[in-house]
Structures are given as C-alpha cells and as structure tokens.
C-alpha cells in the first residue's frame, strides 16, 4: 500500500511537471514576435471600452482571446502602421464603442496622422452612433451595411434623478457641497436640474455639437452649418446617409472587401491588431523610455481587490502609488507621462496620491495628461506643478468637495426594523444611517467641506500659480471643457500623448527629433499573474462573491460610482455626473 501510495504521489508530481513545462513553452510560442506577409491589410475591430492601463496579456488562443487595445496600444498602432512598409492600407470597423470624446479625439488624431503616410483608410460601419461616425470621418471613405441605420441625431444631456423613488422607499439622503456647481448628490436629493446645472449643460453640449460640426464637415467636405441642418434630419436610413453624402457606399462586408481590393490594386491579407501588436518596425521607436502611467476610475482609498490591477474601475491607493514608485526607482526612465481618466472621488485618498505624484515629479520630468475624465479629485491629482496637456473635449474643472449620507430610518420603519443608540459624544451618530442630521451635525460636515474646498482651491492656486480669489471664481464645483479649461488657465496646453510626449522630451531634454519608447506602466498581467489572481477569487468565500455583485451592480446604476466612497462615509473630490455618448 504504502508503495503504491508513494507511485500515485510520484505520478501527479511528475505530470504536475509535465504540465508546468508544456504550460511555458506554449506561452513562450504563443509570445513570439509576429511577422507580416508583405502587402497586408490592418483590419481593427473597434468595440467596447477603450481602456488607459493593460489588460492581461493572453497569448494563447484556446484560453480566451487578449484584452482588448488600450489607448496608448492603439497610438504605438498607428505610428507603427505608418512607417510599415509591409502595411499598404488600413481598415477600421468600429462598432459599439463605450468611449468619451476625448478618446475618439485622440483616435482620429492618430487615424489622421497615418493618412500622411499616403497609405488609404477605409472603414466599415454597422449599426453606427454618432461615436463611431465621428471616428469614421478620417476616414478616405466611409461604407455602411445595407438596410442599417445611422443613429446620428444631435445630442443631449440626460441625468437621472431618483429621489422620487427614495421618498417611496422611505430613504432620505443628506447631503453638504462647497460650490454652487459641485452637484455630484442633486440626484438623490432633487428631481430635477438645478439652474446651475442646466447652466453647465448647455454649455457642455455646445462646445461638443461644435466640434462635432466642424469635424463631420471637415472630413465629409461640407459647412458646420449644413451639418447642423442635417443633423436634425436624424437618425437616417442608410440610402438617407448615402444621398445625403454622410457615406460612400452602401456594401455587404464580402462586397467592402471586394472594393477595397480593388482600391489597393491586390489581394486584401488581414492582419488584425493582436498579431500586428507583437511585431516590430525598425526605426519607429528609439532608446529613450517615457513612462506613460494609466491612471482610470474613480479614486478610492487602500486596495480593495486581491487582484492589484484588477479592472474594476478604480484607482486605489495602493495601486497607483506602487507604480508611482517603481517608475521613480526605474533609473531607464528618461520621463513620466502621468495619464488621468478619473471623475474624482475620495478626499483624502486624492491628497494621498498627490503627493506620490509630486514625489514623482521631483525624480523625473513630469507632464500630466487628461484622458476623457479629469475632474474633481482627478483633477487635484493631475496639480504636481507640472504641465498639463487636455485635449478639447476632456471634461475638467469641477473643483468642489461635497459629503453625503442616505437616512434609511423612514425604510426600516416600512421593513419593521428599528435600532436603538446609546451615545457619548455629542456628534457621535453623525453617520449613522439611521438618524437625520441636526443642526451641529450640519455645522460639523459644513465645517470639513468648507475647510477641504479651501485647501483644494489654494492648492490649485499654487500650481497654477493664480490668486485664490481666480481660482475661487473659476471652482465652485464647476465642470469645464478642455477648450474651456484652457481659457480658464487651469489647462497649459491642448492635444493627446503626441502633445505630451514633445512636452516631457523638452524637459527631458531629449532632442525634439529623437524617437523615443514609451513604456505603459502598470504593464501587462501575465497568463501566469491572471491565472493566479483567478485562483485567489475562487477561494473567496460567498458572502463577498455576493457583495462584490451587488457592489458592481451599484456602481452601475450610480453612474460607475463605488459604493466604497459611501461605504467610508468619506468627504469627496468628485464629479457631479457621468457624461455617456452614443
């Protein structure tokens, strides 16, 4: 018995290394460098979400397919593309996409710039919105399906108010802002919007049905105004966007394929953004390395997931100021390129972030980019002094502090629940959910998010280098375009990572010709990393499996906010509302 015992331990032992050995040499193959057949076709597939940080690094097919491309990946994409002498066209086949303006302008930026190649750009729409026409106008020529649907019709602003469902349920939520503007609460305190808010509103989506104007017309060779006009002809049939001019041609995917072979003179050899992502061009990167550092989502304190670069759409703590730290310590990095996509969020983390990022900032260049979202406490994030660079249409500003609270009492009446206190401290029930605040407790909150918006504008003011009195005039909690921000002075510059990348060469002092290697931190995720961070969920028990689900389901009706930034009764840097194109 006890030899046979010893066999099977022996056997799994030794099929264990089998297994551990096979497992690497088909990473190590799925991993290699790629080669392009010569004149070959990019064909990118552009759907979902546009991330700012890695996903996990998937190179074996049967285990799932890789994260989709991040903004930088898609940059590095384009440049790469360009200078390919193997790449003779690019085709774009974008659907569904889950971006803000920002990002499509960085997009059509890069599609842009590769047209200067000379190499054509064609793309393919199905079920378009007005984000992937937007994207399709850099393009030479734009087709759509037969019979489908171009849901291009203006834009406006909706914001969802639940009050009147809290008021049945017998939740109350109290709430104390510093800023006429910071209304990030009104959505459970109010059932309509305040005229602040409609002020701010309107100003958004006039700047955005501008710039929408003007780059349809710009690349459909039309006026701003006759897109105007045209715009509330909206949505349009598909033979409407044909004759209309909005598209070239109306073709089946097989028929697409067929008239771009022919606008190349050859066969069309796809290769997609996977493949051509682990390929190298000679001469498009040098050996100076910028580090570009994603940070995305909103900001919350500690670590909260096992799983240290989990996308859950949050930046911790922990998570940002470990790669903060590591990139100072990275004696290659020549400079830091700090990229913000955050509505804000929780105070004391933001300062706490700050000051990694100032710490930073002492150790190697810095220039701070906006991706779609910098507002708030992604805003007082992004005051290291440094430059800062929003393209047109990021949404910023909104420099305010606000607290808040849900009373469920009139709830737990309706349930049957009851709760009974003893109390030393005058104050001590402030953020009990089951009490209403009285007057000291409104005073204590007012003093703490008064003291906070003071910080946070003189803080501005010093990075800015401005008075408190122009900050003060310029905060209030309001929400600023790029365009905007940058004549309110709290912007330097307007551009994407190109615009970044010349600002952090200067101060590097890096030649302004020199090509240089920009390095995404954090990097990748490792099969092995992924593989490992799935064991460590499996291993959760039930009870958190289920909160993490209603966590997640949360943040989803509250515009992507974590219940963490409640949960904490925490004061917040945090945008009033999410902005959704489609």
Known sequence: MKKFLLGVLAGLLFAGVVAFVAFVVFARIGSQEKTVEKDSTLVLRLEGPLAEKHGTDMPLPFLGGGAPPTVVELWRTFKKAAADP?????????????????????????????????????????????PEYY????????????????????????ITYFKGTLDKLGVKFEAEHAGKYKDALDSYTRTSMTPETREVMNSVLDVLYDHLAQTVAGGRKMKPDDVKKLLDQGPFLADQALTTGLVDALKFEDEFFDEVKTKIGMEVKRVGFGEYARTTVAGVEGRDRIAIIGGEG??????????????????????????????????????VILRVD?????????????????????KKPMVISMSDVAASGGYYISMTGDPVVA??????????????????????????LTKDTVRRGRNAAIDSEYYSLDEEGKRKLREGV?????TFVGLVAESRKKKFEEIHAVAQGRVWMGTQAKEQALVDHLGGIDKAIELVKERAKISKDAKIRLVAFPGKKTLVEQLLSQTAERNVTAEVAMQRGIDRQIREWTGGLPLELFRNGAMLRLMPYRLEFR
């Open 86 to 130: 193997k790449i003779k066209a690019l085709v774009l086949m974008p659907r569904g996409m889950a971006v803000g303006w920002a990002k499509l302008q960085e997009l059509h930026a890069g599609i842009t710039e590769f047209k200067k190649s000379g190499k054509p750009v064609y793309v393919y729409l199905r079920a378009p919105r007005t």
């Open 450 to 454: 008064d003291s906070i918006y003071k």
């Open 391 to 416: 393209y047109p249409n990021t949404i910023t500003g909104s420099i305010g502090v606000i607290y808040g609270k849900a009373n469920l009492k009139g709830l737990y009446d309706k349930v049957g």
């Open 135 to 158: 994207l399709a106008t850099a393009a030479d020529r734009i087709f759509m399906v037969p019979e489908d649907v171009l849901d291009m019709k203006g834009l406006r602003a909706e």
């Open 342 to 362: 955050s509505p804000g969020g929780d105070a004391v983390a933001s300062d706490e972030l700050l000051r990694e990022a100032r710490l930073l900032s002492k």
């Open 298 to 335: 909103a900001i919350v304190r500690g670590a909260t997931s096992p799983d240290p670069f989990s996308e859950d759409g949050m930046i911790t703590t922990a998570q940002l100021s470990k790669v903060m730290q590591q990139v100072g310590k990275d004696a290659s990095i020549k400079g």
